[in-house]
Every structure is written in C-alpha cells, then in structure tokens.
C-alpha cells in the first residue's frame, strides 16, 4: 500500500522558513551601525575578539552581521572576493555598496527560495561618502530583501527596541563618543523593560568608516581609546586620523591622538 504524498502549499514553505530565519537571528546579540559628523559608526555587543561581527569589504566599504557566524563568515569572504576582482577588472572606483548589496540581494534570495534551510542572518552593508549626505547604509534580510536605511539600524534580538531609541535620540552631526554612547545605552537596556546592563570596552566591537582618511576608511577600535570615548568626563570625543605610533594591526586604533611626527611603519606605505 502506497502512502500519500506529503504536500505543503508554497505559502506554508516560505512563512516557515521566514519563521525559522527570524528565530535564528532573535537569538544573537544586536549590532547597531549609525552615522556620525565623519563618518559611520559600527557598534556590537560581541565580548570576543577573534569572531567578528563587523569587518572590512573595501576601502570605503564595511559590513555588519547577525546571526548564525559560519553563514554571515561565507557571505563576507564572498563580498571581499566579489569587491576584489571588480575593482582589478575595472577600477576601485566601481566597488560600490550598491553593488555589493545587490549581489548579497541574489545569493541570500536563492538560498531562501531553493534550498532547504535559509541563511539565519541579518547584514549591513555600508559605504561612507566624501560628505555626510553620500554616506550608503543598506540592510539585508535572510529573504534577499534590501531597504537602504537613512542615518541608522539596529539589527538582531532587540533590533526593534533599539531602533525606536534611536530615533528619539539620534541626530545628524553627533561626535563618535555622542553616537557611541547612545548605541551603548540602548545595547545594554533589557527588552523586556527590566533594568538595564551597563556594558564596558571588554564586551564591545567598535569599528568606524572615517571619511578623513586616505583611501581605506575603516579602523577598529579598542583599548585605552574606545575606553575615552566610552567616559562622559573624558575629553576625547573622536578617534584620530593617524594610527598608533607602535607597530601593531594596521587597522586597529588603540590610543589617542599621536604626535604628528609618529608613523606606524605598517600603515604608512607610499601611495595610501
């Protein structure tokens, strides 16, 4: 005797998958990325320091991730290759945000249509412009959908609650520590409205796009530096725009303003 065939109307499939994606992705800590008067700020609850969720695409070009990390890891090496070979087949000018968003649009639509499992991950793509107003930042769902967000975004478990206390307290032109502290705050704020967390250096991933610098734009930042910026009675209120005087990882800021004459004999090569 043969069994019936188990059907599933394709309505069904894809409202379980969506239900699926967005159970994987409640479940991560939450990154905000948000605009700031030189640039764009990455912020993410992420206490380790070898398992990014921010990293470098580009020169002026970073992404941002939530979700399960060996998917959103593949999808970022593929955006590094994608971005590579467009700018040596073409010029480095025709690596865009827009591009690369469009192309993370295509992969994470075909996995949720064709396979068996969706991505469970949430991304940002952002670009920074020669001025705040050219200034790209572009969310992606599980779905392949893509909404280009203006000023800021939250994504991950509190992605909503933090969205909202971002629109009452951002404004365009705020300092890094102003941005920084905002994003913190509502980081570390139970969603459930009990009393909130006060989250440190040690438990955060801070990276920014900084239109002040030559050609690669992004740096992390970390130590005594994201430490100042964290303190409301510190004076510093923006990271430099030289990098650290010690030889050290060329994309990692840890200190204050440099003298002028300190280089870092990795960063500093002829024609960057």
């Not at 392949?144 to 994504?155: I, P």
């Not at 969603?191 to 920014?208: K, Y």
């Amino acid at each position: 005797m043969s069994s019936m065939p188990f059907y599933v109307s394709p309505e069904q499939l894809m409202k379980d998958r969506a239900d699926y994606a967005r159970k994987g992705i409640a479940r991560g800590r939450s990154v905000v990325v948000l605009g700031y008067d030189r640039g764009i700020a990455f912020v993410a609850e992420n206490p380790s320091r070898a398992l990014h969720k921010v990293s470098e695409i580009y020169d002026r070009i970073a992404f941002a991730a939530v979700g399960k990390y060996n998917e959103f890891e593949n999808l970022r090496v593929a955006g590094v290759r994608y971005a590579d070979l467009r700018g040596y087949s073409y010029d480095r000018s025709d690596v865009t945000a827009r591009g690369l968003a469009n192309a993370y649009a295509q992969t994470l639509g075909t996995v949720f249509t064709q396979e068996s499992k969706p991505y469970e991950v949430e991304i940002v793509v952002a670009e920074v412009g020669t001025r705040p107003e050219e200034d790209q930042i572009y969310r992606l769902t599980y779905d392949g959908s893509v909404a280009d967000e203006q000023g800021f975004v939250a994504m991950g478990g509190a992605g909503e609650q933090i969205e909202g206390g971002l629109e009452e307290r951002w404004r365009p032109g705020m300092s890094l520590a102003d941005v920084l502290g905002v994003a913190v705050d509502l980081l570390g704020r139970d969603p459930n409205g009990a009393t909130g967390r006060r989250l440190d250096a040690s438990q955060l991933e801070v990276a920014v796009l900084d239109r002040q610098r030559p050609r690669r734009t992004f740096r992390r930042i970390e130590g005594t530096l994201l430490g100042a910026l964290l303190n409301t009675e510190d004076p510093t209120r923006d990271a430099p725009t030289a990098d650290d005087p010690t030889p050290g990882r060329h994309d990692t800021l840890t200190q204050g303003s440099p003298s002028e004459s300190a280089t870092n004999p990795e960063t500093q090569r002829e024609g960057e």
